[in-house]
């Protein structure tokens, strides 16, 4: 299974530009909205599971934040990402992994996900992903999640997708994280196209 994921996500990122993709952002303003609504200090540690080429780690970079983590499962994302920042690659741990196998070696002050557990669409991937989520975080620990909305796409990059509204997504990490904000946007792709996306911010107890 890992395989085949491995081999689609690669498969995408080998042969579409980075700025080309569905789920393109010239700059991430949800997530950076989001992390300045919790004023961290930038010494906070932050991985973006499934970060893909995605350039938040750039915009916290540049504003000094000096722990940052990208996982993801496909290696030339990150070497988009890595290209793209230069000498400032090295200051980021880079993780090639599917987050559903992947056992976390410490834990995070921040793990933010976006357009990645919506992927999961099996209770043993999601229970696989919250095993993780769960040792890779510490009480206190932010998550920010944004998956399609139940108005959003069926399909992501080809694959099928669950869609949330706040209120599952709650339910489905009620195990150990209290919901602290939630909110829709609307994700406008390169195409032009609109996707509804739901927002969840939760702490862990
Ligand atoms: C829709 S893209 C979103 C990328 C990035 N989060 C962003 O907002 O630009 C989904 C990303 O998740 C990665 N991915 C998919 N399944 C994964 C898994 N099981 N483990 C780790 N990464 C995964 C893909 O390679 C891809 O980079």
Sequence with gaps: MTDAKREHWDAVYRTKAADSVSWYQPT??????????LQLPVATSLIDVGGGASSLVDRLVERGWSDLTVLDIAAPALDVAKARLGDEAARIAWVIADVTVWRPERRYDVWHDRAVFHFLTEPEQRLAYRRALEAGTSPGSIVIIATFAP????????????????????????SAFTLEREWRQDHTTPGGGRQPFQWCVFRKR
């Design 28 to 37: 991430p303003e949800p997530s950076l909205r989001a992390l300045d609504a």
């Design 151 to 174: 108005d959003g796409p069926e399909r992501c990059s080809g694959l099928p997708v669950q869609r949330y509204d706040a209120a599952a997504l709650a339910t489905a990490f009620s």
